[in-house]
């Protein structure tokens, strides 16, 4: 069974730009949650999404904003980049909205020039 | 607030025990996570606790005191593909009616020496 799946893989953009990365849960996960990893920290989570609605947002700006898709695939996006946004998006999935276990994507490797 | 303490780093040798050790403060909680990440990969999950005692699974058990806000990864018989960073992870719920979210530490990154 294919795991949880983002693209793209890296990116690199300047600041001021757009952003948009995705991500594709494991089959029959209903629930998407969206972490920012910067080096030598833990993930922060950003958002989580269950059955297209926003179930929960961390400490995050409104540059910081996403969706969920009819088939559980979702989206991230962020506006305005700035340097501090360089670091690595990971993308879990789960079935339910309070599963114990997350399933992790192996991320996007974002890069604000 | 939410808040976890986790050392940073730990070393260790082939064969032998470690002990991973976290303490958090949080509100709302449900539970505490040990994730296992290697370099340039991604966090897998390997254990939960919700309730105070000690789970076992393989190599690997996880302790947990609810009362006293602290958990440990302990790991036995290390192995060189267990080089990797250990994070502890609260679930809680921040807030009525939100779900419940992972609020992680910042990893103990374990070096198993041959």
């Known amino acids: 069974d294919a795991g949880v799946t983002q693209s793209p893989t890296h990116l690199i953009k300047t600041r001021g730009q757009h952003v948009t990365l995705r991500c594709s849960p494991i089959s029959g996960h209903k629930s998407v949650s969206w972490y920012q990893q910067v080096l030598g920290q833990g993930p922060q989570f950003i958002f989580q999404?269950?059955?297209?609605?926003?179930?929960g947002r961390g400490n995050f700006p409104d540059r910081f904003s996403a969706r969920q898709f009819p088939n559980y695939s979702s989206e991230l996006n962020v506006n305005a980049l700035l340097l501090g946004d360089s670091a690595l998006y990971l993308c879990?999935?789960?079935?339910?909205?309070?599963?114990?276990?997350?399933?992790f994507g192996p991320g996007t490797r974002l890069l604000v020039l | 607030g939410q808040s976890l303490e986790q050392p940073s780093e730990v070393t260790a040798v082939e064969g032998a025990i470690v002990q991973i050790n976290c303490t958090y403060q949080t509100s709302g909680f449900y539970g505490l996570s040990w994730y296992q990440q290697h370099d340039g990969g991604a966090p897998t999950f390997l254990s939960y606790?919700?309730?105070?005692g000690l789970e076992e699974t393989g190599r690997f058990s996880s302790f947990l005191s609810r009362s006293d806000s602290y958990g440990y990864l302990l790991l036995q018989e290390l192995q060189m593909k267990d080089s990797a960073s250990y994070f502890c992870?609260?679930?809680?719920?921040?807030?009525?009616?939100?779900?419940?979210?992972?609020?992680f530490g910042s990893g103990t990154q374990l070096t198993v020496l041959p």
């Open positions: 879990a999935s789960s079935p339910w909205r309070d599963q114990e276990t997350q399933y």
């Open positions: 999404y269950y059955e297209k609605e926003e179930r």
């Open positions: 606790n919700a309730l105070d």
């Open positions: 992870a609260v679930r809680a719920q921040i807030s009525s009616g939100s779900a419940r979210q992972l609020t």
